[in-house]
């Protein structure tokens, strides 16, 4: 069993559509990081977090210390946002566990 | 402002040869991590390096090794390479450990 859960695997969505991706760890942490893939393998740092909620233009990303829980939130989605999002985590001894990511697609 | 620079972009190598790759890390970012993609394993973290010190390794075996120079530069070794070693290496660079990671494009290797 993964570390790091994310879900869904997959996600086509419309434009202009709320999306969410879901993250789920199973030992406590010191960060969590969302991470954007596009193809050719570039990788993009959205965010790290350690509590709380963090908010970049259209993305928000919140996590739950509590219940091991995050997740990634884009508002009015685009074609452009089109990627893999990753989510990983990080342990005090700065080893870093990633999920298996979100094919997400959106559609004009 | 500069990104992280990794060299090569591609690689292709013979099985039992062996590999340098190299990461640049941003001016000023002292930590520099390794990561391996397969299509099979995901990303998976090979070591981190601050300060030309190795702070952390992943669960690889002692052919993957790697080295950090006064420069923040980092090299990653991969000796007898093995089929199963092709896929993306990537590597980041952060200012630390309260700070986030930029990654570097990659360096995609085959090995046949």
């Known amino acids: 069993k993964n570390e790091v859960e994310q879900s869904p695997q997959n996600l086509t969505a419309q434009e202009g559509e709320f999306i969410t991706i879901n993250c789920s760890y199973s030992?406590?942490?010191?960060?969590l990081h969302w991470l954007q893939q596009h193809p050719g393998g570039g990788i993009v740092s959205l965010f790290m977090l350690s509590s709380g909620k963090k908010k970049h233009g259209r993305l928000i990303a919140t996590i739950n210390i509590q219940e091991k829980h995050s997740s990634l939130h884009i508002t009015a989605s685009h074609p452009r946002d089109s990627a893999v999002y990753i989510c990983a985590v990080a342990y005090n001894n700065n080893d870093m566990r990633f999920g298996a990511g979100t094919r997400l697609t959106v559609k004009p | 402002k500069a990104g992280v620079t990794q060299t090569p972009r591609y690689l292709i190598k013979t099985r039992g040869q062996q590999v340098t790759l190299s990461c640049s890390p941003i001016?000023?970012?002292?930590?520099v991590s390794w990561y391996q993609q397969t299509p099979g394993q995901g990303l998976q973290f090979l070591f981190e390096y601050f300060s030309e010190t190795q702070r952390n390794k992943g669960n690889f075996p002692g052919r993957f090794s790697g080295r950090q120079f006064s420069n923040s530069r980092s090299e990653m070794n991969v000796s007898t390479l093995e089929l199963g070693d092709s896929a993306l290496y990537l590597c980041a660079s952060s200012q630390g450990n309260l700070y986030g990671y930029t990654f570097g494009s990659g360096t995609r290797l085959t090995v046949v």
């Open positions: 001016s000023g970012h002292r930590s």
């Open positions: 030992v406590g942490i010191s960060a």
